[in-house]
């Protein structure tokens, strides 16, 4: 089975500093990773994935997210934040191994702080 | 191009009552998943098609939980009869032949069920 786990529920970042939003994962097989952002009253959008290759990968908005394999970790990070970031992420996982289907993470709810 | 559309976007309910929510994937999509958050908690798979076949529905909660896909376009998804457990949001979500691998699911804004 795979699972996905983002310890923080919560995380505050005054505006301007880098911000890290964190994610685990299990899976049987070689992973692919997913960022979703939801903005207030509005759906899922994607924001960036890792396959294969580069281990830092680029995605939409600045965000950017560091695979790292030894510790099971996928974590979103940002340089700068600004308060339109503000938003509940999800941390997502999809096995090469497993059903054909995206299994998240609980979510984490940035705020960033003016 | 549009995006995956659902409606309604917010629906109330009283318990023991049906409820159909509708999903219009991108044109040209296969695959049409259903996920359900409930309040807090993560994003759940309920179920895949694939066109109009049932691919899995291994996250289907219960008999009272009925998913079509007509035509291998729009699906709906209907709740008879609702429970108050029901409430969350149901989102849709799209891909295209090549599943998740190598591209993304684009998903809908979600339906808010409340059951009342």
């Known amino acids: 089975a795979q699972s996905v786990a983002q310890p923080e529920d919560q995380v505050n970042v005054a505006e301007g500093n880098p911000l890290t939003v964190k994610c685990t994962y299990s899976?049987?097989?070689?992973?692919?990773l997913f960022w979703y952002v939801q903005y207030p009253n509005r759906g899922l959008q994607f924001l960036l994935k890792?396959?294969?290759?580069?281990?830092l990968v680029k995605g939409s908005y600045g965000f950017e997210a560091e695979f790292n394999k030894s510790q099971t970790s996928f974590h979103l990070k940002k340089p700068s934040a600004l308060v339109s970031d503000s938003a509940l992420y999800f941390c997502?996982?999809?096995?090469?191994?497993?059903?054909?289907?995206?299994?998240f993470g609980s979510g984490t709810q940035l705020t960033v702080l003016p | 191009e549009a995006g995956v559309t659902q409606f309604p976007s917010h629906s109330v309910i009283e318990k023991g009552q049906t409820v159909t929510l509708r999903c219009d994937p991108i044109?040209?999509?296969?695959?049409l998943y259903w996920y359900r958050r409930v309040m807090g908690k993560e994003i759940k798979f309920l179920l895949h098609?694939?066109?109009?076949?049932?691919?899995?529905e291994s996250g289907m909660p219960n008999n009272r939980f009925l998913a079509e896909r007509t035509g291998g376009t729009y699906s709906t998804l209907k709740v008879q009869p609702a429970e108050l457990e029901d409430s969350g949001v149901y989102f849709c979500?799209?891909?295209?032949?090549?599943?998740?691998?190598?591209?993304?699911?684009?998903f809908g804004q979600g339906t808010r069920l409340t059951v009342v």
């Open positions: 890792y396959i294969t290759g580069d281990n």
């Open positions: 044109s040209g999509h296969d695959n």
């Open positions: 098609f694939v066109k109009e076949s049932k691919q899995d």
């Open positions: 997502a996982v999809f096995s090469s191994g497993s059903a054909r289907q995206l299994t």
């Open positions: 979500a799209s891909g295209g032949t090549g599943g998740y691998i190598g591209t993304e699911a684009f």
């Open positions: 899976v049987s097989g070689n992973p692919y």
